[in-house]
């Protein structure tokens, strides 16, 4: 099953879709899908006594939030780094490899990396009930993050002089330039790779892109795309067609029992909308979640031998099944509310809370209601509206959504903050740069668009197989953090 194609950067290795995008293993994966020689030393694991709620810190007991430490490259009266998790468990890879562990060599950083409250072991609460996940916001994680500096200041005995550096990719990107807007008295700079600054409830834009990336690779991609889902609609209308979608897109349950059901429609729909989104949005990135690419695709797409559009549609979908372990694709809503309704803690899943986090902040539903819309019409944004009334609370209709996220980007300043010592990284394939900061005249917000590369690709463990534009702009950015760190 999968859900709305997430932000992902540090993440699972789930296929599920978000704003359900391809999952890996805490929201950038992995650092590296290459096999890297080990370093002399292990990071270490530790665990950090948090507050549950920062507007009222005595109030509850204390939780046990988990972070790891690496002095690896660290040398005394070096700066800190400080790596940001997002909506998954932290991976101990991170301390020893990715493109943050090179610039720690270069400037003797000591290094942590925190794991997010409600998500891998750093769990706060007895369950996840939407009563406790009042506590799962980006402003609690904040203060978080100051909080841990502080305690990691006295408990290392670290100098007011060491200047701290926070990393971040996706929604800790964001995370990243938000930690220094409203903690500058605690982090020095952020690079944030991949963040999205402007809340959105109806991120048509997504898919934009997702049609813009495919066309890089030929006009003629975009148009069998195009033709396969007006052929998938005909298919539909006729018991024929029904059976021949249960075969050659191998459903877990057959569509002839769904077809008055707009809902597991739609669901179907976004479902194989999302195979070409997971592929775009990971294009060719340096880790573990990066599997087919864009030429893959479009490889089958265009090749009239595998027959008409609509099969070529099935065999992407055939190649994205296979390669996620999943034996049939399973599109029916009410099973997938169900699931998300599941309260209990699994270390390993994130999807009931980042889908709270984006009910009750940020939106980012990526929809069909783009003009012209490449992949129909058939999910629109009042279908994952639907999702958050149903999984969480009747509430959460799209008056509340416009409420938060107008109040999200109003505590934050989406696309204009008011940060220094920030450099805002985004590539151009990755549809998460439509809500990003990536053209900016104002010196004090300085960007870094990589032409060519996909979500959070400049956080990965460089590869011989780098384009020339990601090779330039890590320099850009270990340039960056030399400056900053010399200010």
């Known amino acids: 099953m999968r859900y709305f194609i997430l932000l992902v950067c540090l993440a699972f290795a789930t296929r ?28 270490q694991l530790k665990w950090f006594q948090q507050i549950l709620d920062h507007s009222n810190p005595t109030k509850y007991p204390k939780w046990k939030q988990r972070y790891y430490v690496s002095n690896e490259h660290y040398k005394t009266g070096g700066p800190i780094f400080l790596m940001i998790g997002g909506e998954g468990k932290e991976t101990p ?39 406790n996940l009042q506590y799962l916001t980006s402003e609690q994680a904040l203060a978080d993050l100051a909080n841990f500096v502080r305690e990691m200041k006295v408990k290392y005995d670290l100098k007011d002089s ?79 067609g029904q059976r021949e979608i249960n075969e050659k897109f191998q459903l877990c349950d057959p569509i002839e029992k769904s077809i008055e059901n707009k809902l597991d429609i739609s669901n179907l729909f976004e479902n194989i909308a999302g195979n070409f989104a997971g592929v775009v949005q990971y294009n060719k990135d340096n880790s573990p979640h990066a599997g087919k690419t864009i030429d893959d695709v479009c490889d089958v797409m265009v090749n ?65 209601t783009q003009k012209d819309s490449l992949f129909t019409d058939r999910f629109p944004v009042d279908f994952f509206i639907r999702q958050c009334m149903d999984i969480f609370s009747e509430k959460m209709d ?9 109040r999200t980007n109003t505590f934050y300043g989406a696309l204009n903050p008011n940060t220094t010592n920030v450099l805002y990284v985004h590539g151009s394939i990755d549809p998460w740069h439509a809500l990003g900061l990536i053209t900016s005249s104002n010196p004090n917000t300085p960007t870094l668009y990589i032409e060519g590369t996909a979500h959070c690709a400049n956080m990965y463990e460089p590869s011989a197989n780098d384009l020339p534009s990601l090779v330039a702009a890590r320099k850009k950015i270990q340039n960056y953090i030399e400056n900053i760190l010399s200010s």
């Open 398 to 406: 799209s008056q509340y959504l416009k409420a938060v996220v107008g």
């Open 304 to 368: 009239e031998t595998l027959g008409t559009p609509v099969q070529r549609l099935a065999e992407v979908n055939r190649m994205l099944l296979k390669d996620s372990g999943e034996k049939c694709l399973d599109y029916k809503y009410d099973k997938m509310i169900v699931e998300m309704q599941n309260t209990t803690w699994d270390e390993d899943k994130a999807m009931r809370q980042w889908t709270y986090q984006t009910c009750n902040e940020f939106g980012f539903y990526q929809t069909s």
């Open 16 to 43: 599920i879709t978000f704003g359900k995008r391809l999952f890996s293993n805490g929201f950038i994966g992995a650092p590296s899908k290459f096999t890297l020689a080990s370093q002399s030393q292990e990071p």
């Open 162 to 240: 060491q200047k701290w550096i926070a990393f971040g990719g996706s929604y800790p990107g964001s995370l990243a330039a938000w930690v220094r807007e409203k903690y500058p008295e605690l982090i020095h700079g952020s690079i944030s790779s991949s963040g999205p600054l402007l809340a959105e409830v109806d991120f048509k834009e997504y898919f934009e892109v997702v049609q813009n990336s495919l066309a890089s690779y030929s006009d003629a991609c975009v148009i069998a795309v195009r033709r396969s889902f007006a052929q998938l609609e005909i298919l539909l209308r006729h018991m024929i």
């Open 93 to 131: 890879k991170w301390m020893t490899s990715g493109a943050w562990i090179h610039y720690a060599a270069k400037f003797n950083a000591l290094c942590f990396s925190l794991e997010h409250r409600f998500y891998g072991a750093s769990q706060p609460t007895k369950n996840l009930s939407t009563e």
